[in-house]
Every structure is written in C-alpha cells, then in structure tokens.
C-alpha cells in the first residue's frame, strides 16, 4: 500500500486537473457511522449524510471527465450488522434508487451493480434491475455500486465458473490465463481501477477489488465519507497525477 501521508480536508474546491484523469476511481466510502456517533445522532443520519456525499462525488466525477467510477456500498460482511440497521440500510437503497436513478439518466450516468444481489429482497433486485435497463445506453459516466460484495466471494465465483468451463470442455486449462478468469468476474468488460480512494483514516482494503486492483494507486484520505465533496475529489486526482505507474517495471 501508498506510503504517502493522508490527505487532509481542503481548503476549496479545485478546478479539473490539467492532466488526463484516471479512467476508473473506485472508492471505499467510510465512515457513515463515526460521523453519526461524533454528532449524538443515530448511526442512519450518517448513512443518509453518505448518501449526499454519494451526489457530489458522482457530480464531480463528471466535473473532471472521469468515466468510470466504483462505489463500495454494502460490502458482504454488513449483513453481519444488528437487524435494525441493515433494514435502515435497504430502506435507504430503496429510497435512492426511486429518488435518483431518472436524474442519473438525465445526466447520462450508466448504473451498474456488483455483488450478491440475489440476498436482497425480490423488490430491490427488480429495482436494481430497472435502473440497470434504463440508463444502459448512457455512456458519460459509468457508474458501478457494489451492493452485498466481496473480493473473495467474486474470486471463488469466477473459480467455480471456470471449473464449471473446463469439465464441460469449453476451456483447456492449459490455455487458462488472466484475461479468462476476469471474463467470469462481476466486473467483466470494466477497465481495472487506476486509483483507489478510502476515506476515514482506516488504510485497508476491506474485500475490496482484490484482484482487479492489483495496480492500482491506493489513497487515504482523514476524512469521513459524509463529509467527502468535490475539493477532496480534485486533491485525490492530484496526488494520482503526481505518480509515475511502472506496473511493476524498473524507471528507465
């Protein structure tokens, strides 16, 4: 992982950086509920504050050309969660996607979702479903929310996929390599993330992209994900401009 310091809160908003964006930001937005706990609220004012702070990243991934952009949303370990904020939580998926999918559209967002989809409730997959059929033409932002995801969970799935594949003679396993296997991934046909930005200090992964962010440049930031916006954004996409990315080669 990135040596370099975390960021620190901004102190304004930054115009679109000079140098070509990275292709794919992916986020692991944290912090929802620290920065309820900080405020005396219940831990749902945090995950709806996260919810705003989800518009004005997506505002600003537009703002800088960005075309693709993950969001980690419900990773596969929050079903683990107490009872009640898990139903606060779905509540909440529920009320976005009625609320903000036609302005999505209207802002030409491609949504997609990754993840176990099934272990939600039949309406929430049909709504998931909907959202994916409406804006599937758009193309200025690609947009993936990864909804009760795991890096290991997607990585055993491909597996299976591929064993599946080699007993019904589809593939030889001599000729299996990286791009196969990425084929059977939730995220097929979407680029690997360039960057990857986590907010609230922690400087981890959490099950995140495990495979597909094997090169990507990792940035942590101290802030919390509610309080995430724009100048935050610009300053990440900064820092990443900053990098010289040799994947694994030696400078010249």
Request: aromatic residues 8%.
């Amino acid at each position: 992982m990135s040596s370099t310091p975390a960021i620190t809160a901004p102190t304004s908003d930054l115009a679109p950086a000079a140098s070509p964006p990275p292709a794919h930001v992916a986020i692991i937005m944290d912090g929802n509920g620290r920065w309820a706990q900080a405020r005396g609220l219940p831990r749902i004012a945090g995950h709806r504050a996260g919810a705003r702070a989800v518009r004005r990243t997506i505002e600003a991934a537009l703002t800088h050309k960005v075309g693709w952009l993950t969001l980690y949303a419900f990773s596969s370990e929050n079903w683990r969660r107490p009872r009640d904020e898990v139903s606060d939580l779905t509540a909440l998926l529920r009320h976005y996607i009625k609320n903000e999918i036609a302005e999505l559209a209207a802002n030409g967002v491609r949504l997609r979702f990754i993840g176990e989809a099934g272990r939600f409730a039949a309406d929430i997959q049909a709504s998931l479903a909907e959202a994916e059929r409406m804006t599937a033409t758009n193309a200025r932002l690609n947009l993936t929310i990864a909804l009760s995801y795991g890096g290991r969970a997607e990585i055993i799935a491909a597996a299976r996929l591929i064993a599946c594949a080699v007993a019904s003679g589809e593939i030889d396993p001599s000729e299996l390599d990286e791009a196969a296997f990425a084929r059977r991934l939730f995220t097929a046909g979407m680029p690997d993330p360039d960057l990857i930005i986590r907010t609230s200090g922690e400087r981890r992964l959490s099950n995140f992209l495990l495979w597909q962010a094997a090169y990507a440049e990792l940035i942590f930031l101290n802030v919390l994900w509610p309080d995430f916006g724009a100048a935050h954004f610009a300053e990440a996409l900064a820092d990443y401009a900053s990098r010289e990315r040799r994947f694994g080669a030696r400078p010249a």
